[in-house]
């Protein structure tokens, strides 16, 4: 067990809560994998998953579901304890189900290999081109829709 594991995952949870695309969920899964398999400790685990939670839960909570909340008129300190309820039930979660399975997940993974791991990994960035590209794509049609329609505007005399 090294210090640099934990970290490793600290900060893809802090990144993952700072709204940046990243790895935290899985780092938050493979964390309780290795800790179900007794290379982490699981406590160690849970502690620091939710340290970083405690970090970025604010911004979260307070950027994404906040007009919602405001609609609802629901009480700021409530909203905020729904909020960290909300991400310590998620966090137990990943973490909780790869501790009790990392050992068939290791096996799994065993057992596909590199090859399935590198399928994935392809998979992924493909996807993720994919979608700049569409949304690149929708922003051209955007701009040109608006450059073709331009705004009306009337006259005013005084």
Not at 88 to 102: A, C, K, N, T
Not at 144 to 153: L, Y
Request: aromatic fraction near 10%; hydrophobic fraction near 55%; charge should be positive.
């Amino acid at each position: 067990m090294h210090l640099s594991e934990y970290a490793v995952m600290f900060v893809c949870v802090t990144i993952m809560g700072a709204g940046i695309p990243g790895l935290g969920d899985a780092s938050l899964i493979a964390a309780g994998a290795l800790a179900g398999e007794g290379k982490l400790n699981i406590w160690i685990v849970l502690a620091t998953a939710d340290r970083a939670f405690g970090r970025y839960t604010f911004v979260a909570s307070a950027t994404l579901p906040a007009f919602v909340s405001g609609i609802f008129r629901v009480r700021f300190w409530l909203f905020l304890l729904g909020a960290l309820a909300a991400g310590i039930f998620w966090i137990g979660i990943y973490v909780g189900i790869s501790y009790f399975l990392g050992e068939e997940i290791a096996k799994v993974v065993g057992k596909i290999g590199t090859k399935a791991l590198i399928g994935v990994i392809v998979l992924v960035v493909a996807g993720l081109l994919i979608r700049a590209g569409v949304a690149k794509w929708r922003a051209t049609r955007h701009a040109r829709t608006a450059a073709q329609n331009p705004p009306k505007v009337e006259a005013t005399s005084e």
